[in-house]
């Protein structure tokens, strides 16, 4: 029996998924990933799945489409962001009842204001692409609903504003206890908090984050679609095992595509660069070790696009031509990757829905966030290709 020929059972339906094999595999001009959601979106559209209905797991669309759950897990988060299905945690993924689901018409928000809280941050900070396009999601959403939207540094008081219609989005901080300890009294005075960049489980406080995981597994997975086998990654931390969560994960990402490909895990590509912020000069340093190895890489992924920069400056001292001698990824998409020579190719944050939807939770979803569960959710990034990243050249040669 054909793998697409099987009964799928979610809760207590069941779906016979016929024949999707013919819809999905029959495009080679797409990512299995879009072909999945394009399939996926037909079927909705027409009605194969009633509103409210539950919807297979990222496992078990895995073994339907016969491909891996990360493909089938950006697949879900991609139909989430487009508002087709919901989750919730511990039950499960829903189909949306687009009759029911439109709280800009059906129910006015009960707030008046939204507050983006954080804890002396320097505000230039907030230039970087990552809070400026989160600002505009969550500004956008505001704009939409007359709900005003100001930014508010708590500082060590850790003072909120005395506001019975605000609700508060947190920009977290994994390494302060403190932190967790204010976040864990609000919760218990029913104020309306979520958080965004990282999240406490054991306190299940809402939380909208950028699936790093995936941004780290998309860099690499278009290297390797390059024909690149030998691959290095710089990344921030203080060795291998003591980085951020954020890092961490984009090296899993890294790991996981090297896996899905059959190439072994070399530590020898992995550099790990020390540093309180991002700089030029930690890609600098990354590539100038890198490609001193008596094996070099082909291809280096940069987990932020400022070590990408100080990287490009490096091989050209080198003497280097990118791509033509090495492809670079970066990570961060800032407003400035796209006017380098070459472009670089980079993983876009996506944090403008990052915002959009951490303001849409509170104002829209939190009465039924609290009755049955918290809410949480993991924003897919975005492969920015530009003219850092070309075919390996070996790989180039065999395909003429």
């Known amino acids: 029996m054909n793998v697409f020929e099987k009964v799928a059972f979610v809760g207590i339906k069941k779906y016979t998924l016929l024949d999707w094999s013919v819809n999905v595999l029959g495009s080679i001009k797409k990512p299995l990933y879009q072909q999945i959601i394009d399939d ?8 194969k799945f009633s509103p409210n209905d ?13 491909t891996s759950e990360i493909t089938s897990r950006r697949a879900l988060t991609e139909l989430a962001n487009e508002g087709l299905i919901y989750r919730i945690r511990g039950k499960g993924t829903f189909i949306h009842d687009k009759k029911t689901h439109l709280p800009k ?16 941050v320097e505000v230039q900070s907030f230039n970087h692409r990552f809070y ?16 005003e939207f100001h930014l508010i540094n708590i500082g060590e008081t850790f003072d909120l504003p005395r506001c019975d219609d605000a609700g508060y989005i947190f920009l977290s901080v994994e390494s302060d206890e403190n932190y967790s300890k204010a976040l864990t009294q609000w919760k218990k005075e029913n104020k309306k908090i979520m958080t965004v960049h990282t999240f406490y489980p054991h306190l299940q406080i809402p939380y909208v984050v950028v699936d790093n995981y995936s941004g780290g597994f998309l860099a690499t997975q278009h ?17 291998l095992l003591e980085m951020s969560k954020e890092f961490t994960l984009r090296l899993q990402g890294y790991r996981q595509a090297l896996l899905q490909n059959q190439i072994q895990f070399d530590p020898e590509l992995v550099y790990v660069t020390e540093g309180e912020f ?7 340093k990354g590539l100038n070790h890198l490609m001193k190895l008596t094996n070099p890489p082909t291809a280096i992924f940069f987990t932020s696009d400022c070590k990408a ?19 670079i990824v970066g990570y961060d998409d800032l407003v400035t990757s796209e006017y380098l020579m070459p472009g670089l190719t980079t993983i876009n944050q996506n944090t403008y829905k990052v915002g959009k939807r951490a303001a849409e939770i509170l104002l829209f979803e939190w009465d039924h966030t609290l009755s049955n569960g918290y809410l949480k959710d993991e924003i897919m990034p975005k492969l920015v290709v530009r003219g850092s990243t070309a075919e390996e050249a070996k790989f180039k040669m065999a395909s003429k």
């Open 40 to 47: 996926l979106k037909d079927k909705i559209m027409k009605g």
């Open 54 to 66: 539950p919807f297979p797991t990222q496992i078990e669309l895995a073994k339907l489409y016969g």
């Open 105 to 120: 018409e059906e129910t006015p928000p009960q707030l008046k204001r939204l507050f983006f809280i954080y804890k002396n």
């Open 132 to 147: 400026s396009d989160m600002f505009k999601g969550i500004q956008e959403v505001c704009q939409q609903n007359n709900v």
């Open 223 to 239: 290297l390797l679609s390059f024909g690149h086998q030998r691959i290095g990654i710089v990344v921030t931390g203080n060795s």
């Open 278 to 284: 991002e700089s030029e000069e930690m890609g600098y």
């Open 309 to 327: 920069v100080g990287a490009m400056r490096a091989a050209s001292e080198m003497g280097l031509s990118i791509p033509d001698d090495i492809s």
